[in-house]
């Protein structure tokens, strides 16, 4: 069995050691796990702190374990994955490492067999979220694209407006987090690292117009109904896709008002036209809310638009392309569907026989 394994990152003195050293003690009793810990140093630290003989340790000390050609990353995850008695790994980079080469590293084919990515796990000391050093330091940044659970740290010394920021800051992320908690040392769960990611949870529906050549297919390999088929919220799709490309959408009430809410996450190797994206995306500012992450011509973005405010940066976040929109009236989702996938850029064997 592939052994699960889980990335927990955080930006420098968030207490990252903290809360595996708790996640450790937390763990199902008789279960042995696994760490490897990239310590920036040459002097590895965290070995110490973990020692004993139900933990399996590897450190790669000096560096970044990020670079998916790291050779002493490679055998430390060799050694590791060789192991049968290790229920559970735990990767631990350092503060300053991009965690979403870590993930390309673990999803690559040669260790499908032998690794299972889990939850990823980003911890915040949420007193930092007012300094702009630290939310505008594109490691952060990147950091919580990845994550599927948030974890705000020292929740025993957070003021009532560090928590209320938090709150925002966490409601406005994209992707959407599965879980966010508030957790001092003592409150650490071992349940967290077995959460899914929370749009894995939407009503998935087939795409309701792919485009020629890309046409989903259901977990079976068998091709979905197509057509207009689940534009009404509350029509059950007639297949259910287990991976992208998919759709959802959904009519929400909150304090009295209803939204509309829907989505499309769609393979991480389908290519947008940078610039006809974004002149799309930048035509649906009328909404209430449009966030996205893409795979461009130009590399990936993160989009993020209000009536008020606009965003456009690079983005460390490659599992999938994502987009989801709040608007007050239902939009034609078969339009929208539509023009987003007429942005697409021609696929490699489509440029060569043009």
């Known amino acids: 069995m ?18 595996i050293t708790a996640l450790l003690a937390a763990r199902p009793a008789g279960e042995r796990w696994a760490v490897l810990v990239n310590e920036f140093g040459q002097i590895g630290i965290d070995q110490a702190a973990w020692s004993g003989d139900d933990v399996f340790i590897r450190e790669v000390p000096g560096g970044c ?16 994955a060789a192991r049968t008695d290790c229920q559970r790994l735990i990767i631990e980079p350092t503060g300053l490492g991009h965690p979403a080469q870590i993930l390309e590293t673990l999803r690559e084919p040669h260790w499908q067999p032998l690794l299972t990515v889990g939850a990823t796990l980003c911890l915040i000391d949420a007193r930092q979220l007012g300094d702009e050093r630290v939310t505008g330091h594109e490691t952060f940044r990147a950091q919580v694209e990845v994550a599927d659970v948030l974890v705000f740290s020292k929740a025993d010394l957070l003021a009532e407006d560090d928590r209320l920021r938090a709150q925002a800051f966490a409601d406005g992320c994209l992707p959407p987090k599965a879980l966010v908690v508030f957790a001092a040392p003592a409150q650490v769960d071992a349940a967290w690292l077995d959460v899914v990611p929370r749009a894995a949870g939407r009503q998935r529906r087939s795409l309701l117009r792919p485009p020629a050549g890309l046409a989903a ?17 509350d029509d059950a ?50 909404l209430d809310r449009l966030k996205g ?44 569907e539509q ?14 026989q043009a």
């Not at 374990?65 to 590791?80: D, F, K, T, V």
């Not at 297949?239 to 009295?256: C, F, L, M, T």
């Open 2 to 19: 592939p052994l699960l394994t889980h990335v927990v990152t955080g930006f420098l003195g968030a207490g990252k050691t903290t809360l």
């Open 217 to 233: 297919t259901s977990a079976g390999g068998g091709e979905t109904g197509l057509g207009l088929r689940g534009l009404a919220a």
């Open 237 to 286: 799709p007639a297949v259910a896709p287990a991976d992208p490309p998919y759709h959802y959408h959904e009519r929400v009430e909150s304090h009295g008002a209803a939204h509309w809410i829907g989505g499309w996450i769609l393979p991480p190797d389908w290519c947008f036209r940078h610039d006809d994206l974004l002149t799309l995306l930048l035509s649906w500012r009328g």
């Open 293 to 336: 992450v893409f795979h461009t011509d130009r590399g990936w973005i993160f989009f993020n638009a209000t009536a008020q405010d606009l965003a456009i940066r690079g983005s460390e976040y490659r599992a999938d392309n994502r987009v989801e929109l709040i608007a007050a009236e239902a939009p034609d989702w078969a339009d929208c």
């Open 339 to 352: 023009a987003l996938l007429a942005t697409l850029a021609p696929a490699e064997g489509d440029q060569q």
């Open 65 to 80: 374990i990020c670079c998916a050609q790291n050779l002493p990353m490679q055998i430390a995850l060799g050694q590791i």
